[in-house]
Nanobody, 115 residues
Framework: VQLQASGGGLVQAGGSLILSCAAS????????MGWYRQAPGKERELVAT???????NYADSVKGRFTISRDRAENIAYLQMNSLKPEDTAVYYC??????????WGQGTVVTVSS
């Protein structure tokens, strides 16, 4: 298993969760890391990316509420999710990618936000 996602769960609106994506060192050091989500009946969408340079970008829908980070010592990428809304309910996936190289996906972790 190249990527292992965890941390999903059930939370009330306004609450917080932190997702983790553990990767092998060979991937973590050389790939951009991203979080995606897929809500029922919808296409998978990009939530946040942290590049090899540690620059980040976010979907407009999560800016100011979500923070992506990486721990290079532990080879883990995190997605801190605050002020959660029911529309954040989805299966969340982590992805490691780099142009010209293989793309890796973690298994999904379910986030459910109740109103």
């Amino acid at each position: 298993v190249q990527l292992q996602a965890s941390g999903g769960g059930l939370v009330q609106a306004g609450g917080s969760l932190i997702l983790s994506c553990a990767a092998s060192e060979s991937i973590f050091s050389n790939y951009h890391m991203g979080w995606y989500r897929q809500a029922p009946g919808k296409e998978r969408e990009l939530v946040a990316t942290i590049f090899i340079t540690d620059n980040t970008n976010y979907a407009d829908s999560v800016k100011g509420r979500f923070t992506i980070s990486r721990d290079r010592a532990e080879n883990i990428a995190y997605l801190q999710m605050n002020s959660l809304k029911p529309e954040d309910t989805a299966v969340y996936y982590c992805k490691a990618y780099r142009i010209g190289r293989a793309t890796y996906w973690g298994q999904g972790t379910v986030v459910t936000v109740s109103s």
